[in-house]
């Protein structure tokens, strides 16, 4: 299986910071790699796509990018509704599997 | 718009079968490019990709559940379901139904439309 981490596993941030979230893959898995959000009692919610292509209706703050096995996640100035947890998955190989998760906190 | 919807007992006993079935509305099960998938997420936890069904029935499951796992098709009803055999404590999760989705780039597959979920739990 392809083991996905990301760093860190948790963060504080205030609103209208810049927060990078790093996802690294135990092998190389090209663009094959989507980012999610979920907010506490509700599903996950897709953001970002093969890497770096934003979801319909995804504001443009969040940004991907990376490949290989090195990407990231970046909200470009957080906002009140970005507090939640962020999971990368890959799809590269069967099993499909996902980070631990990243929980974006209120500083 | 296409929503789903999971349904099913949020008790099960320990060696039992875990069913849960995932309505499907606002679209076709029967149309392709898409993969219907089952993903779980124990308390507190990270989520664990269980396995999918496409249109033409043709199925493929997580190696780990492989032995105790089947997805199938209700089409009629617009449904798929998940029979999980011979549970354990270890198998209490949420448990979500998601549509899986082969992009237009690098034909990437993502869960793009995800049920609610619901709460299993797996008692002694």
């Known amino acids: 299986d392809i083991q996905m981490t990301q760093s860190p596993s948790s963060l504080s941030a205030s609103v209208g910071d810049r927060v990078t979230i790093t996802c690294r893959a135990s092998?190389?898995?090209?663009?094959?790699l989507n980012w999610y959000q979920q907010k506490p009692g509700k599903a996950p919610k897709l953001l970002i796509y093969?890497?770096?292509t934003l979801q319909s209706g995804v504001p443009s703050r969040f940004s991907g990018s990376g490949s290989g096995t090195d990407f990231t996640l970046t909200i470009s100035s957080l906002q009140p509704a970005d507090f939640a947890i962020y999971y990368c998955?890959?799809?590269?190989?069967?099993?499909?599997?996902f980070g631990q998760g990243t929980k974006v906190e209120i500083k | 718009q296409v929503q789903l919807q999971e349904s099913g007992p949020g008790l099960v006993k320990a060696s039992q079968t875990l069913s849960l079935t995932c309505t499907v509305s606002?679209?076709?099960?029967?149309?392709?490019?898409?993969?219907w998938s089952w993903i779980r997420q124990h308390p507190g936890k990270g989520l664990e990709w269980i396995g999918y069904?496409?249109?033409?029935?043709?199925?493929l499951y997580n190696p780990s559940l492989k032995s105790r796992l089947s997805i199938s098709f209700e089409t009629s009803r617009k449904q798929f379901s998940l029979n999980l055999r011979s549970v354990t404590a270890a198998d209490t999760a949420v448990y979500y139904c998601?549509?899986?989705?082969?992009?237009?780039?690098?034909?990437?597959?993502?869960?793009?439309?995800w049920g609610q979920g619901t709460m299993v739990t797996v008692s002694s």
């Open positions: 069904i496409i249109y033409s029935g043709t199925t």
């Open positions: 093969a890497a770096s």
């Open positions: 998955q890959q799809s590269y190989s069967i099993p499909k599997t």
């Open positions: 606002g679209g076709s099960i029967s149309s392709g490019g898409y993969y």
């Open positions: 092998q190389s898995i090209s663009s094959y």
């Open positions: 998601a549509r899986e989705i082969r992009t237009t780039v690098i034909a990437n597959d993502a869960f793009d439309i």
